[in-house]
């Protein structure tokens, strides 16, 4: 319909009244509002009180169409909208504020329904249609500004873009931390033969990870619940599980077990079996976890480690018991052998069987001194004796006192660099250890050369104490006789007084109260032994 067909029908109506110019305000109806309402909604698309847009007014056609394509154009852009918004509210039900969304679809489809509105005016003048669809459209903006003015606290707390890619990022080195703990986690339980499990009381159920499935050879997911678990266990172990469940659940206990099982092909292996209850907030247990570690490879050593000790023990008491009865029985035989000797008369014999006679008594003696050693070194490894508080230097002055005649023969020079003062140590074994060794320090000092024989007592750097003694003597060659030097009847240089008994008991007695002893020598440099003791042993 074009403007002069829109405005001749206009014209020709005679019911129409005619659009006017002027400031004067048209006569208002006399009716009352309730009157005025209902008259309203009775004419709600009554087209015979207006003229079509076309003929109020002087439109141009380039006015009027750039009026109505425009107008045409929003309700367009007004209408899809709101389907782009639907789509997104349906695809999207995580969307914060759905109802916004809703209501600016409604306020959205309103707008646009003026503009058409106001589009085909152009021709059907509704006016009264229009005025409704405005004032609905009013009341939604009116009800959104409203929505939006509550909600407005709530939207300022949603994160930006770049808030959630910063959190991205963050989560996804977190995900690659965690993802690289686990597989380290799960490495070192695979190696370590390590598996967890969890027990839901409430439901009976079990929760096994992967490991205790390859622990127990079988499927985790096929144990359930604990008649499934019990089969694993021998009858003796199986009372051992479910009395430590029922106990935990109950008291809230934790408990560790060494247990054997059978696996699912037959394979029996020790493991070693733990748990730690989770307590609610009420105190009572939810929740029991705990480890399952395959130990049959430790377990089965320390088996065999226990049994080697029992029958080294054994064995060891036999011994003892051997070497008491042999070294009774050979002292007895020794001193009757010197008894009789002592009843022979020696002025009878002849001088041949008085020469034999004399080595026969010589051999008695050295058994004797022999029988004499044995005894001494048993008692050393049989008893560990008490230590007792020393004064390093008294015990020292004791021993130079005892040897002062051969000191003063040898012109033996003696230094002592006492740093520490007390020892715990017996003192007899102290005594011996000074006694052997100045006197070896003497008896192998270097020909046609006094002794000089330096003593140090001292902590070392792991603040224990330590007996340093030290000669120029004759020295040992330690490549040759290093596995030797402190065996029994062992000598390196020849000497009427040698006797190799003096080194061996130096050992014993400091081993026997849980020290060490150390030596460092060269031939014709001298000697030095380091005695480390240990007064916790």
């Known amino acids: 319909m074009t403007p002069e067909t829109a405005q001749h029908h ?174 380290l986690l799960s490495a070192a339980s695979n190696v370590g033969k390590l598996g967890g499990w969890e027990y839901d009381p409430a439901t009976a159920q079990f929760r096994w990870t992967a490991t205790c499935g390859n622990i127990l050879e079988t499927n985790e997911e096929r144990i359930q619940n604990e008649t499934d678990l019990l089969r694993f266990f021998p009858e003796p172990y199986q009372l051992i599980v479910r009395a430590a469940l029922r106990e ?93 000797a002592d009843f022979v008369d020696e002025s009878t014999l002849t001088k041949d069987n008085e020469e034999l006679f004399q080595k026969i008594k010589t051999v008695s003696r050295h058994l004797n001194g022999t029988l004499d050693d044995l005894s001494q070194v048993i008692k050393i490894r049989d008893n560990q004796l008490e230590g007792e508080k020393l004064n390093i230097r008294e015990v020292t002055d004791q021993v130079l006192g005892v040897l002062d005649e051969s000191l003063h023969t040898s012109q033996a020079e003696i230094g002592m660099d006492f740093m520490e003062e007390e020892i715990l140590f017996p003192r007899i074994y102290l005594e011996s250890i000074l006694m052997n060794l100045i006197s070896n320090g003497i008896k192998y000092k270097k020909d046609n050369q006094h002794p000089v024989i330096r003593l140090r007592f001292y902590r070392n750097e792991k603040g224990l104490k330590v007996l340093e003694y030290s000669d120029q003597g004759k020295g040992i060659d330690l490549s040759l006789h290093a596995d030797k030097i402190f065996g029994l009847y062992k000598t390196f240089h020849k000497h009427e007084d040698a006797h190799g008994v003096g080194l061996f008991l130096i050992k014993n007695q400091i081993e026997a109260q849980g020290g060490n002893i150390q030596v460092f020598s060269k031939v014709d440099a001298g000697i030095t032994f380091k005695i480390t003791f240990n007064e916790n042993a």
């Open 10 to 183: 206009a014209i020709s109506d005679d019911r129409i009244t005619l659009c006017r110019t002027g400031s004067a305000p048209l006569k208002a109806s006399q009716d009352g509002l309730p009157e005025q309402i209902a008259e309203f909604f009775r004419g709600i698309f009554n087209q015979s009180e207006w003229p079509a847009r076309w003929y109020c007014g002087s439109w141009s056609d380039f006015h009027g169409w750039l009026y109505i394509v425009s107008d045409v154009l929003i309700w367009a852009a007004y209408f899809l909208i709101p389907i782009f918004l639907i789509r997104f509210v349906r695809s999207r039900k995580d969307f914060p504020f759905p109802r916004t969304i809703w209501l600016f679809i409604a306020f959205i489809a309103f707008c646009g329904a003026t503009h058409l509105i106001d589009a085909l005016i152009f021709w059907i003048p509704v006016y009264r249609f229009s005025a409704l669809v405005r004032f609905a459209t009013a009341v939604i903006s009116m009800t959104t500004v409203y929505y939006l003015f509550k909600i407005f606290p709530n939207v300022l707390l949603l994160r930006s873009v770049s808030d959630l890619q910063r959190e991205i990022d963050e989560r996804t080195a977190v995900e690659d931390k965690l993802a690289e703990s686990e597989f």
């Open 248 to 340: 935990s659940i109950a008291t809230g206990s934790s408990w560790d077990h060494e247990l054997q099982i059978t696996t699912a092909t037959g394979a029996r292996k020790w493991v070693r079996f733990s748990a730690t209850p989770s307590l609610n907030a009420r105190g009572q247990v939810n929740k029991i976890r705990g480890i399952i570690m395959d130990i049959d490879r430790y377990k089965t050593l320390e088996l065999k480690l226990v049994k080697s000790i029992d029958q080294m023990a054994q064995k060891n008491s036999q011994l003892q018991s051997f070497t008491h009865i042999l070294s009774h029985n050979l002292r007895n035989h020794s001193s009757n052998i010197a008894l009789l």
